[in-house]
């Protein structure tokens, strides 16, 4: 089986892990041009999906890659693009009505998670404060800035 090079956001290890599962799907989408015909589809589109699962040597944990194609986005020479993913475990946002900075300060609390709780909690507070500071929120502590948010919701 595949081996690649992957940082473990379990660990924080950057590492070789064996590919130990693998699981793929095709969905199959009939467009129709009811102009030409309604009764067979004028041409058929397919999205491929396929998941990876890695071990990681050092901590025993499991991350999943997604790998996904679609019949309609190809290159140069016809063949399939495909796009990666590491989708468990998170280890970014990808939002975009958070505000950055709330986001950038989300992602360094994930960053270090599963490598120091106290930090990561640090880190945590910290998304929380610009959070308020972004709705504006009055208040003398955290908590009571919080409180203030939630009423105006
Ligand atoms: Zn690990």
Redesign the pocket.
Same mark, same amino acid.
């Given at each position: 089986m595949d081996e690649i090079i992957l940082t =473990?956001f379990?660990?924080g290890?950057k590492t070789s892990m064996k590919r130990v599962a693998s699981h793929e799907l095709t969905d199959h989408d009939e467009i129709f041009d009811y102009s030409f015909s309604s009764y067979r589809p004028a041409y058929v589109v397919s999205l491929y999906k396929r998941w990876n699962v890695y071990i990681?040597p050092? =901590?025993k944990?499991i991350t999943v890659e997604r790998v996904t194609s679609f019949s309609e986005e190809i290159g140069p020479e016809g063949e399939p693009i495909y796009n990666k993913k590491l989708i468990y475990p998170m280890n970014s946002n990808d939002t975009n009505y958070i505000p950055d900075t709330v986001n950038d300060a989300f992602v360094a609390a994930l960053k270090v998670r599963h490598l120091d709780g106290a930090v990561c909690i640090m880190a945590l507070r910290r998304t929380l404060e610009k959070m308020c500071k972004d709705k504006e929120a009055k208040g003398k502590d955290l908590f009571d800035k919080l409180k203030n948010c939630q009423r105006r919701n």
């Open positions: =473990c379990h660990c290890n990681c050092v =901590c944990e």
